[in-house]
Nanobody
């Protein structure tokens, strides 16, 4: 059974940092891309960042230079988990959102990030 589990969210002051983690397991094939997507209160989904098995990364303009994605991809099968991280620095109130990890059509339950003084 495919599972993506996010963690690391919380309340932080503007200018602060948080590190989100996502553990993905249960895939019958080797994952090639993993993504972070967020949804701010009352708004639609916004893609944040992606990383592939080769280490290539992409960022939305709104987070470029402040967020860093990293990850560890495993070969399919077994109990090993694919893991992706999102290091978020210089956080702004507009970064407040529910942050989701996704791979293909699979999504985690999200972890809440609130940036407020």
């Amino acid at each position: 059974q495919v599972q993506l589990v996010e963690s690391g969210g919380g309340l932080v002051q503007p200018g602060g940092s948080l590190r989100l983690s996502c553990a993905a397991s249960g895939f019958a094939f080797s994952i090639y891309w993993m993504n972070w997507v967020r949804q701010a209160p009352g708004k639609g989904l916004e893609w944040v960042s992606s990383i592939n098995r080769g280490g290539s990364t992409n960022y939305a303009d709104s987070v470029k230079g402040r967020f860093t994605i990293s990850g560890r991809f495993t070969i399919s099968g077994g109990d090993a988990k694919n893991t992706v991280y999102l290091q978020m620095n210089s956080l702004k109130p507009e970064d407040t959102a529910l942050y989701y990890c996704s791979a293909y059509d699979y999504w985690g339950q999200g972890t809440q990030v609130t940036v407020s003084s």
